[in-house]
């Protein structure tokens, strides 16, 4: 029974963490720079070469992006209150 709550928890708990879908499709503008932040750092993530270590450093700056956005979807669903969802 432990290992079934232990289970439980590890998959719900990062389901609580991140935004629901429900928030990104309230805001699709924010839901599609997610999506092509995320192909783009695909793309770079597949490089034959570092430039210098420059590519690695755009997909840091696209992590922080990511990261910003995931947080501005969970804000909104946070305060819907002050965040209303887009053409509202």
């Known amino acids: 029974m432990k290992k079934l709550y232990l289970y439980a928890f590890a998959f ?3 389901l609580s ?3 629901s879908a429900r928030a990104a499709d309230e805001h699709p503008t924010i839901a599609h720079a997610i999506a092509s932040l995320e192909h783009t750092k695909q793309e770079l993530e597949g490089g034959e070469h570092g430039f210098g270590g420059h590519r690695s ?3 840091e700056h696209i992590d922080s992006a990511l990261k910003e956005l995931h947080e501005a ?7 819907p209150d002050e965040v209303k969802p887009a053409g509202k």
């Open 17 to 19: 963490l991140t935004p």
């Open 12 to 14: 719900i708990l990062p």
């Open 57 to 59: 450093k755009a997909i």
């Open 73 to 79: 979807l969970q804000y909104a669903q946070d305060h």
